[in-house]
């Protein structure tokens, strides 16, 4: 059974710290790895998918990558801003099934 | 096209009641899934459809739950008897068939608040 697991579960830095979140899957036979953003209260927003072909992929200040024979993904986010701060969660879709299994998530303050 | 889209966005009831929840999904995208959230926790599967058949329902879904997706368009999730316990998150998402490539698409969720 895949579980997947995030940590740290909080985190706080200050503004302009480049800083990584960890998420680690028990099973490596997937299809690939989301992240998504979550602010309080809100839907999921994706930020970055990793085909389980793939080693890594980048959006901006975004990089996320995936080893997926060590079963883990790391997301870099550089030069972090206030705007920053919302719960990072970690999602991968195993072969062979539809849906997505998550994890608890990173909380991330980013202080001013 | 705006994306997956939830309504209501907040819903609050009292114990006991029925809540019916509505997602209409990306246009071209025939899977539609729904997932609950409770607090401090990552989203749980709920159940997904392919088209309008319902191929999947996990444990989670007890008989006072029920989704339905007619035509294969909108989903509907409905609650009986609603408890104190169901209150959380409810997000619907929408995907293509055929490929992984481009994961899910997730609508801005149904916050439930049960009395």
């Known amino acids: 059974k895949q579980e997947v697991t995030q940590i740290p579960a909080a985190l706080s830095v200050p503004e302009g710290e480049n800083l990584v979140l960890n998420c680690s899957f028990t099973?490596?036979?997937?299809?690939?790895l989301q992240w998504f953003r979550q602010d309080p209260g809100k839907g999921l927003t994706s930020l970055l998918l990793?085909?389980?072909?793939?080693r890594e992929q980048t959006s901006g200040r975004l990089n996320a990558s995936l080893d997926k024979s060590s079963g883990r993904s790391t997301l870099y986010i550089a030069a972090s801003q206030p705007g920053d701060s919302a719960t990072y969660l970690c999602?991968?879709?195993?072969?062979?099934?539809?849906?997505?299994?998550f994890g608890t998530g990173t909380r991330l303050k980013v202080l001013a | 096209d705006t994306g997956v889209s939830q309504n209501p966005r907040h819903k609050i009831t009292k114990r006991g009641q029925n809540v019916t929840f509505r997602c209409d999904p990306i246009?071209?995208?025939?899977?539609l899934y729904w997932y609950r959230q409770t607090l401090g926790q990552g989203p749980e599967f709920l159940t997904y459809?392919?088209?309008?058949?319902?191929?999947?329902k996990s444990r989670l879904l007890s008989d006072r739950f029920s989704a339905e997706r007619p035509k294969g368009s909108f989903s509907t999730l409905e609650i009986q008897r609603t408890e104190q316990g169901d209150s959380a998150m409810y997000l619907c998402?929408?995907?293509?068939?055929?490929?992984?490539?481009?994961?899910?698409?997730f609508g801005s969720g149904t916050r439930l608040t049960v009395v």
């Open positions: 246009s071209e995208h025939n899977r």
């Open positions: 459809f392919q088209n309008e058949a319902q191929l999947e």
């Open positions: 099973d490596s036979a997937i299809y690939n």
């Open positions: 998402a929408s995907s293509t068939t055929g490929t992984t490539r481009y994961g899910y698409t």
């Open positions: 990793i085909q389980s072909s793939q």
């Open positions: 999602a991968v879709w195993p072969s062979g099934t539809y849906k997505y299994i």
